[in-house]
T-cell receptor, first 113, second 117 residues
Framework: GQNIDQPTEMTATEGAIVQINCTYQ??????LFWYQQHAGEAPTFLSY????GLEEKGRFSSFLSRSKGYSYLLLKELQMKDSASYLC??????????????FGKGTTLSVSS | NAGVTQTPKFRILKIGQSMTLQCTQD?????MYWYRQDPGMGLKLIYY???????DKGEVPNGYNVSRSTTEDFPLRLELAAPSQTSVYFC????????????????FGDGTRLSIL
């Protein structure tokens, strides 16, 4: 089967660093995506990992370990506008022609001053 | 470039009514998807399409129908609305790539918030 787990909520303060973890179980792993979703808005793409290692994009980085079924999203120099839900999603080549994404329930991050 | 456009943004339906949620994209994307998002839950795939004339069921298709007569449009139809269909509906699209291991992300519309009373 397919299963994606991530913490429900996290809190942090402005300027800090936060790591949001995601573990997954899939039959045919074919890439992992992180999306950001502000309340009442559409998800927007943040990062993509298909090979092991770290992908860095400005203040955001994403890490993948395929052998452990594990990823994390690292947010540095937190800003108030980073308060949002962060969705971990996995593409599985054995599911829906390998094109659709399986989403976790999302982690709601609250950044305070 | 408008991207993915969904209409309406909000709608209240009575039990048993029917309606069509519209989705159109201007990026010439072949792949299109319909998801629903319930509070505290992840997005669940309802239906998807890999091109005009081709549709297939996702994880939660019961109570819904779709059609794909053009590349641009992918409407979602609710025939007999039920309270369990109260949700936020997102349409998404992405460009295909010959290599499935592609970093092409899905682009989402702003969503339709549907309440069934």
């Amino acid at each position: 089967g397919q299963n994606i787990d991530q913490p429900t909520e996290m809190t942090a303060t402005e300027g800090a660093i936060v790591q949001i973890n995601c573990t997954y179980q899939t039959s045919g792993f074919n890439g992992l995506f992180w999306y950001q979703q502000h309340a009442g808005e559409a998800p927007t793409f943040l990062s993509y990992n298909v090979l092991d290692g770290l992908e860095e994009k400005g203040r955001f980085s994403s890490f993948l370990s395929r052998s452990k079924g594990y990823s994390y999203l690292l947010l540095k120099e937190l800003q108030m506008k980073d308060s949002a839900s962060y969705l971990c999603a996995v593409r599985d080549r054995t599911n829906q022609a390998g094109t659709a994404l399986i989403f976790g329930k999302g982690t709601t991050l609250s950044v305070s001053s | 470039n408008a991207g993915v456009t969904q209409t309406p943004k909000f709608r209240i339906l009575k039990i048993g009514q029917s309606m069509t949620l519209q989705c159109t994209q201007d990026m010439n994307h072949n792949y299109m998807y319909w998801y629903r998002q319930d509070p505290g839950m992840g997005l669940k795939l309802i239906y998807y399409s890999v091109g005009a004339g081709i549709t297939d069921k996702g994880e939660v298709p019961n109570g819904y129908n779709v059609s794909r007569s053009t590349t641009e449009d992918f409407p979602l139809r609710l025939e007999l609305a039920a309270p369990s269909q109260t949700s936020v509906y997102f349409c998404a699209s992405r460009t295909p790539h010959p290599d499935r291991e592609s970093n092409q992300p899905q682009h989402f519309g702003d969503g339709t918030r549907l309440s069934i009373l």
